[in-house]
Nanobody, 116 residues
């Protein structure tokens, strides 16, 4: 069973930064793609950013220029660097890994709260 564990969430003031980590229990090279999603209260879960095994990235329009997704295969970890945070970025952030067989694995989520 694959486990993904997020960390790095917390409370930050508007304009601040956080770095989220997603540690996998197995070699992340087995994931064709990995992504960060978020879900705010009363809203649907949305894709924030994704990265393929070839390091191609995509971002939601709302975070372009502020967030950066990366993966460290040696550490079996994916990251999300979040800068210039806004109150509307407040949500539970989840990481997901998708294998070539289209199996999806999710982490348990980490809370990010942007507030003064």
């Amino acid at each position: 069973q694959v486990q993904l564990v997020e960390s790095g969430g917390g409370l930050v003031q508007p304009g601040g930064s956080l770095r989220l980590s997603c540690a996998a229990s197995r070699n992340i090279r087995s994931f064709y793609s990995m992504g960060w999603y978020r879900q705010a209260p009363g809203k649907q879960r949305e894709l924030v950013a994704s990265i393929t095994s070839g390091s191609s990235t995509m971002y939601a329009d709302s975070v372009k220029g502020r967030f950066t997704i990366s993966r460290d295969n040696a550490a079996n970890t994916m990251y999300l660097q979040m800068n210039t945070l806004k109150p509307e970025d407040t949500a539970v952030y989840y990481c997901k890994g998708r294998t070539l067989n289209w199996e999806d694995y999710w982490g348990q989520g980490t809370q990010v709260t942007v507030s003064s």
